[in-house]
């Protein structure tokens, strides 16, 4: 599937620690399969920072709603659970996750919505009558990625280093998982929260140009593991 994110850069990586909260699922990267608002998006963030909005385009791959390893939420629609979800991440705004999900998917509470909610909140309209008014909001979308092995079902834009980037981290992962005896999940989530994975993907290092053998000896030294 096509998703798109609109921001004032194109994004080539994604730091979740630099994701705010308080979202409607909370803390991570959010895409949606609506061009047009991605594209809503990127002019008003653009604006904010007084540049000309981008809109980057990824392939989600989709076998995500059926990995056993991926803890997913999917709501099909405006409901009471989707509200208790958005009001639940909303009132966090201390960064720390309120939720497990690795990816949580779902309509978008845009400003009117959010105006409402605020009405809510004050005690100017029950919730009944909030997702009565629901019924008649236009389709929304977007995916919200919330944990580092969850982006693994991105597939980012590619520049030279990123080919043999992605190639690197699949012979890394397998081999943790064979030398170690670990799960994808467990060799995922130990990989790439790595500062060996950092500098890899931080072009100006050079670390991309050595051998996935070498990298993963590197791997190796900064978790003092042995195999």
């Known amino acids: 599937m096509k998703v798109y994110h609109g921001s004032h850069i194109a994004i080539d990586r994604v730091d979740l620690s630099k994701c705010k909260p308080g979202k409607d699922f909370g803390q991570g990267f959010y895409v949606t399969k609506i061009r047009s608002q991605?594209?809503?998006w990127a002019e008003r963030i653009g604006k904010e920072n007084k540049t000309t909005g981008v809109v980057t385009e990824f392939d989600f791959h989709e076998y995500a709603y059926e990995d056993d390893d991926?803890?997913?939420?999917?709501?099909d629609?405006?409901?009471e659970d989707w509200f208790d979800f958005i009001m639940l991440n909303r009132a966090n705004v201390q960064g720390r996750q309120v939720h497990k999900y690795d990816i949580v998917e779902g309509p978008v509470a845009d400003d009117a919505v959010t105006l409402r909610i605020y009405d809510y909140m004050d005690g100017k309209v029950s919730k009944e009558q909030f997702l009565e008014e629901l019924k008649f909001k236009r389709p929304s979308h977007q995916i919200c990625f919330c944990t580092v092995q969850s982006l693994q079902m991105l597939t980012f834009p590619h520049n030279g280093a990123d080919g043999n980037i992605i190639h690197i981290d699949d012979d890394i992962v397998e081999t943790l998982m064979i030398d170690f005896g670990w799960t994808d999940k467990q060799a995922t989530d130990v990989y790439y929260a790595s500062k060996t994975w950092s500098r890899l993907i931080d072009e100006t290092t050079g670390l991309y140009k050595k051998t996935w053998t070498e990298i993963?000896?590197?791997?190796?030294q900064e978790l003092k593991l042995k195999k």
């Open 216 to 220: 993963y000896r590197l791997l190796l």
């Open 38 to 40: 991605a594209e809503y």
């Open 77 to 79: 629609g405006y409901s």
């Open 70 to 75: 991926l803890n997913m939420l999917c709501f």
